[in-house]
């Protein structure tokens, strides 16, 4: 059984910075490509940013500049490194991992709140 399991979630202030990591266990093969979507309350969850296996990248352009991924395929973990954190980036942050079949395992999600 596959889990990812998110952690680095918190509060901080507007300008501040937060490292979210996701490790993901089990049966893992045909990785994709893994990254983080963010939600809240009332609207769809959307994307924030990705990283394939061999390393390439995609941002969401609110945060491009900001943010930034990176992954360790050894420990089948990615990082979400976010500076510069704006109100607007509050949200539950959901990790995924995409299979190259396009099955996708998704996190529980871990609360990010930024408010001074």
């Known amino acids: 059984q596959v889990q990812l399991v998110e952690s680095g979630g918190g509060l901080v202030q507007p300008g501040g910075s937060l490292r979210l990591s996701c490790a993901a266990s089990?049966?893992?093969?045909?990785?994709?490509?893994m990254g983080w979507y963010r939600q809240v309350p009332g609207k769809e969850r959307g994307t924030v940013a990705g990283?394939?296996?061999?390393?390439?990248?995609n941002y969401a352009d609110s945060v491009k500049g900001r943010f930034t991924i990176s992954r360790d395929n050894g420990k089948n973990t990615v990082y979400l490194q976010m500076n510069s954190l704006k109100p607007e980036d509050a949200a539950v942050y959901y990790c995924?991992?995409?299979?190259?079949?396009?099955?996708?395992?998704w996190g529980q999600g871990t609360q990010v709140t930024v408010s001074s």
């Open positions: 995924y991992m995409r299979l190259r079949s396009g099955y996708v395992y």
């Open positions: 089990g049966s893992i093969f045909s990785i994709n490509d």
């Open positions: 990283i394939t296996v061999s390393g390439s990248t």
